[in-house]
């Protein structure tokens, strides 16, 4: 089985920073992309930044310039970075994963997600 486990959510006042962590654990051949969705009240969830297999960073125009996403390869860790948060970016922030399974045939990418960790960001 592949898990993803995400860390580091909590509290803050505006203007603050927190870092995301999130780690992939289980049978495991290789991983695609990482990223980060989130998911506010009554709202559905959406991307917030991934990382592809080759390091290139993409990220949704609101967190630009604040956030950064970044991978350990080789230890299976996606991070993110959120620096100047606002109450806007206050939500659930999902950790997700395109991961090649080393035990489940046939062998292809499958996606996964993280339970979730929140951030408040508030004063």
């Known amino acids: 089985q592949v898990q993803l486990e995400e860390s580091g959510g909590g509290s803050v006042q505006p203007g603050g920073s927190l870092r995301l962590s999130c780690a992939a654990t289980g049978s495991i051949f290789s991983i695609n992309s990482m990223g980060w969705y989130r998911q506010a009240p009554g709202k559905e969830r959406k991307l917030v930044a991934t990382?592809?297999?080759?390091?290139?960073?993409d990220y949704v125009d609101s967190v630009k310039g604040r956030f950064t996403a970044s991978r350990d390869y080789a230890k299976n860790l996606v991070y993110l970075q959120m620096n100047s948060l606002k109450p806007e970016d206050t939500a659930v922030y999902f950790c997700n994963a395109d991961i090649i399974s080393s035990i489940l045939v046939p062998r292809i990418p499958r996606n996964y997600w993280g339970q979730g960790t929140q951030v408040t960001v508030s004063s």
């Open positions: 990382v592809s297999g080759a390091g290139k960073a």
